[in-house]
């Protein structure tokens, strides 16, 4: 094997840690941007935030600063510290923050509300603990029935089998619990509210819940016969093999369905939901239609007031002024000047992250301008990435970065942006049209349709094609899919 040397020349394209940081934070939405500006100011004690005015997180460093110079040794001529340039640190005006805070003088800042909604609710596994305290159960049950609870899942099924369930036990509680003790306990909790709690899947959750219901009348039996013995053919909609097994007429067979219907499949879905579901979306952009001019404004927790520490300039100051200069002054300038830096860059990663946001959302307006104005979906155009990426010059990624994580309020309700993005689809005519405005016809046509005789795939497919939407029906399928709306058969109704 020979070795051998040779020159290639390669052209790399890297980010600065700049643009990187300016890349998450675009990522960032309105909601969570005022916890990462937070983590910042806890950082760096060079960059200030609100009207607090001097901070004193500078204090350690002006001690080290301001020690007394007999106390070290200088390392080298005067000659090396002469080199450090801070004239661009310490004049003024560079950390104004007003020229981008996206307000106007003329008016009042905006009302906000600054009250925070709070949830305080009983959570799903406190108000099954709390039924758990009303049965009169030893020391040992007690811990059998705690680790049942805790296996019940937020949908409110229990999932797990009874051996895993009695393994968990062994393993975790030292207790040797065999599966038909388990099950007795299982079937007391079974009793608790939400009726159908600690199911082990859907039929069993249905049948918990008729037979609270027992003494209602024939209806609710009826309706246990059927989720008993006619599961399959319920859940398929095959009505008419039921009908001809428990000998019913068309009125009851109706009477079981309503009897079914009104039951609750997911029942710890309603009690006390869990922190997953108590989201509250935070717009990031507000469209105003102001008399026929749509107006974006940007939500002014993006607009934060923050500036360079006026402290860490005076020590630079104080820096410049001194005669001698020696070692430990040197690594505090050379410590103040990087904490300056990375404060202005935040500071300009948030006036860009500003511009981008209303100058894409800006763009977006004035593409789907008809929607804006109209709120009807029919009017959205055909609209991919790139189309706004041209318009703004940003890069796709960018554009990419904004619309997924960030929400839009209007006179018509709170959309997320990447609502607005779509594929095209040729009519008859030749024109193009949204994907989105053919599913909205889609879905009105199944709206409208009789329940009792839905419309197949095949069906919606000419009524789309009659209106001139030149469309295949595997197409239909998949929109339909999307849209969540089951096969016609599903859709039937007595």
């Known amino acids: 094997m020979s070795l051998s040397q040779r020159l290639q020349q390669k052209l790399l394209q890297k980010l600065s840690p700049q643009q990187i940081q300016l890349m998450k934070l675009l990522q960032v939405p309105t909601a969570h941007l005022e916890e990462r500006i937070k983590e910042e100011l806890e950082e760096n004690p060079a960059l200030e935030g609100g009207e607090d005015g001097h901070d004193d997180n500078f ?14 040794e200088n390392d080298g001529s005067e000659d090396d510290y002469d080199k450090i340039d801070i004239s661009e640190y310490v004049s003024d005006g560079d950390d104004e923050v007003g020229d981008y805070k996206l307000r106007d003088d ?9 009250v925070i909604p709070h949830r305080v609710e ?9 039924q758990l305290l009303m049965l009169n159960l030893d020391e040992r049950q007690q811990k059998i029935a705690e680790q049942i609870i805790g296996s019940i899942d937020d949908d409110g099924y229990l999932r797990r089998e009874l051996t895993a369930i009695a393994d968990d036990l062994a393993f975790r509680q030292n207790i040797s619990a065999t599966e038909k003790e388990i099950e007795r306990i299982i079937q007391l909790i079974q009793q608790f509210d939400p009726p159908g709690v600690a199911a082990r899947d ?13 003494r209602n009348g024939k209806a609710v039996q009826t309706a246990i016969d059927v989720i008993e013995n006619y599961f399959d053919e319920f859940t398929k909609k095959h009505y008419e093999k039921i009908q001809r097994g428990l000998n019913l007429d068309e009125d009851g067979i109706k009477d079981v369905i309503n009897q079914i219907i009104k039951l609750n499949p997911k029942p710890g879905g309603q009690v006390g939901e869990t922190n997953k579901l108590q989201s509250y979306v935070i717009p990031d952009f507000f469209i105003l239609n102001n008399m026929g001019k749509l107006e974006v404004t940007l939500n002014s927790k993006n607009a934060p007031d923050l500036r360079i520490s006026e402290g860490y300039r ?3 100051r104080d820096y410049d002024r001194g005669a001698k200069k020696d070692k430990r002054q040197k690594e505090a300038v050379l410590f103040i000047k ?5 404060a202005k860059w935040f500071i300009d990663a948030i006036k860009q992250r500003q511009h981008t946001l209303l100058s894409t959302m800006e763009t977006i307006m004035e593409y789907q301008k008809e929607f804006f104005l109209t709120g009807d979906e029919t009017d959205l155009r055909p609209m991919i990435l790139k189309d706004i990426a041209e318009r703004t010059s940003l890069d796709i990624s960018t554009v990419s ?6 929400f839009v309020q209007t006179e018509f309700g709170t959309y997320r942006l990447k609502f607005f993005f779509s594929e095209s689809l040729v009519t008859d005519s030749g024109e ?28 919606l497919t000419e009524l789309l094609q009659e209106k001139g939407y030149n469309i295949a029906r595997r197409t239909v399928a998949k929109y339909r899919e999307q849209l969540n709306i089951p096969v016609a058969r599903l859709r039937k109704e007595l």
Do not use: W
Request: glycine share 2%; with cysteine.
């Open 202 to 214: 859907l039929r069993e959750c249905l049948l918990l819940q008729l037979k609270r219901k027992e």
């Open 338 to 342: 990087q904490k300056i830096d990375s």
């Open 106 to 114: 003329n008016y009042g800042d905006p009302e906000e509300t600054k």
């Open 432 to 459: 193009e049209v949204s994907t989105r405005e053919v599913k909205k016809i889609l879905n009105n046509l199944i709206d409208d349709e009789s329940k009792q005789h839905p419309l197949s795939d095949e069906k």
């Open 314 to 316: 005076d020590m630079l």
């Open 401 to 406: 970065r904004v619309a997924n994580s960030k």
């Open 122 to 130: 009983t959570s799903f596994y406190d108000t099954l603990k709390t």
């Open 59 to 72: 204090d350690a460093v002006k001690d080290e600063f301001e020690t007394n110079e007999e106390d070290f």
